[in-house]
């Protein structure tokens, strides 16, 4: 595994039927060319994924859906041109090139563009390779299957960097700039449905699309099991007034040490090890992640979490955090 700046070494790892590990401004993805089969069995081993787990494919712009998709709905297009590059996904049918090892059985394909300049550039130098402008690059979080997400190389290093072989690919483009994965939405029907709540709202949907966009679907997707997102810590979600209660019954009856994760106006009771104060709920969705892998690297049993506001990415941070507490 090499760790590198430079896309166009991801690009030639990439061709070359390896792995290169990208960044996106939601997380890092492990990525593998969406069109050969061998590449794509390695990116499910790497991070130990069932087989039945769809993939989402990145592209270089919205000419490249309808290889991809086929009988794409209207407000899908809508979706596409007004939010495209950036964080959401679109489930959409597939077409021919979206084959069974994409779409996990699926008749549908999830496909996004990103905003990431470096993934932009390592999209543009494959299609330059390859000959191929509508090429996809799979990429689901690089990291195990199940566990938190990376947003740092160093993240990708640290828990996969053992698992990838020398002729892969570590791009660093520093920290993700929104830290949690792609808003996904079902457009297989005649309206859209939200499948994964992100930075773009169910209400944005409606707002561009002039459609309701409930929650619910048959359709399968990435990050949408019960448990996911999840820190070997276990992670307890409570309100600011709940905190010094716990905090008094830790030291009254010697239980492991805790870390807490909430909005900088929360206060951190003694004896409670404060693993990040954002100010925002925007700054509370880029940390996440890494404040979640903070407690592990700390030894720490337990993570407190006080959910931000639900407004905005507010909403899907309390899904991330509820999927990672799940079980509890």
């Not at 791009?171 to 992100?198: F, H, M, Q, W």
């Not at 019960?226 to 070997?232: D, G, K, L, Q, W």
């Amino acid at each position: 595994m090499r760790l590198t700046t430079n896309p166009r070494d991801a690009a030639n790892a990439l061709v070359g039927g390896h792995l290169a590990a990208l960044p996106t401004e939601t997380v890092y993805g492990l990525g593998a060319r969406a069109d050969m089969a061998s590449a794509i069995a390695r990116v499910y081993a790497v991070k130990g994924r069932p087989a039945d787990h769809p993939l989402i494919v990145h592209v270089a712009g919205i000419e490249a859906l309808d290889a991809w998709g086929q009988g794409v709905p209207a407000y899908a297009r809508t979706l596409a041109e007004v939010t495209w590059p950036g964080p959401l996904t679109l489930v959409v049918n597939r077409a021919s090139a979206a084959r069974d090892f994409i779409t996990g059985g699926q008749d549908s394909v999830a496909v996004r563009v990103s905003a990431h300049p470096l993934m932009a550039a390592v999209l543009n130098h494959l299609i330059e390779l390859t000959g191929d402008p509508t090429i996809g690059i799979a990429a689901p979080s690089a990291n195990r299957f199940g566990r938190v997400s990376p947003t740092s190389a160093g993240h990708v290093v640290e828990e996969l960097g053992s698992l990838m072989s020398d002729d892969d690919v570590v791009l660093d483009g520093g920290e993700c700039a929104v830290g949690l994965e792609s808003t996904i939405i079902d457009c297989t029907g005649d309206a859209p449905k939200l499948l994964r709540p992100g930075a773009i709202t169910a209400a944005d949907v409606t707002r561009i699309t002039g459609l309701a966009c409930p929650s619910g679907s048959t359709v399968r997707a990435s990050g949408t099991l019960a448990s996911h997102y999840s820190p070997a810590a276990v992670v307890r979600l409570l309100q600011a007034d709940q905190l010094t209660a716990h905090a008094k019954a830790q030291q009254a009856d010697g239980m492991p040490s805790s870390g807490l994760l909430a909005i900088a106006s929360v206060a951190t009771p003694p004896g409670i090890v404060r693993l990040a104060a954002p100010t925002t709920t925007d700054d509370y969705a880029r940390i996440l992640y890494a404040a979640l892998r903070e407690a592990d690297a700390l030894g720490l049993a337990l993570v407190l979490a006080v959910p931000p506001d639900p407004a905005g990415v507010g909403a899907a941070v309390i899904d991330r955090l509820t999927r990672a507490a799940h079980g509890d």
